[in-house]
Nanobody
Framework: VQLVESGGGSVQPGGSLRLSCAAS????????VRWYRQAPGKERELVAG????????NYPDFVKGRFTISRDNAKDTVYLQMNSLKPEDTAVYFC????????????WGQGTQVTVSL
């Protein structure tokens, strides 16, 4: 049972990346999912969240208009489309799934590195 992130890499400022968060061993449709990031020397911060059906999403101001979270429950995958990337977006990006059942069950992925530089 795990979450596996992929899609990270190195891009120039203004570029785009799409991250994927795939569930293995469980059905992600019963989980709210959030993407977080952590830069060296900084605390982990939330960058996007989505409810089980995708009918509600939320973003902090510093990524609004640039990042889009979405999900395909048939593929047990959640995505983070990142456009207009800036050097300050450089970080390790993690996904987190939390069960809506109230059981407290949650999973973290291992993280994927995103580097934005010239």
């Amino acid at each position: 049972v795990q979450l596996v992130e992929s899609g990270g890499g190195s891009v120039q400022p203004g570029g785009s990346l799409r991250l994927s968060c795939a569930a293995s061993g469980f059905t992600i449709s019963s989980y709210d999912v959030r993407w977080y990031r952590q830069a060296p020397g900084k605390e982990r911060e939330l960058v996007a969240g989505i409810t089980t059906t995708g009918d509600s999403v939320n973003y902090p101001d510093f990524v609004k208009g640039r990042f889009t979270i979405s999900r395909d429950n048939a593929k047990d995958t959640v995505y983070l489309q990142m456009n207009s990337l800036k050097p300050e977006d450089t970080a390790v990006y993690f996904c987190h799934a939390r069960a809506i059942s109230g059981s407290g069950t949650s999973f973290w992925g291992q993280g994927t590195q995103v580097t934005v530089s010239l």
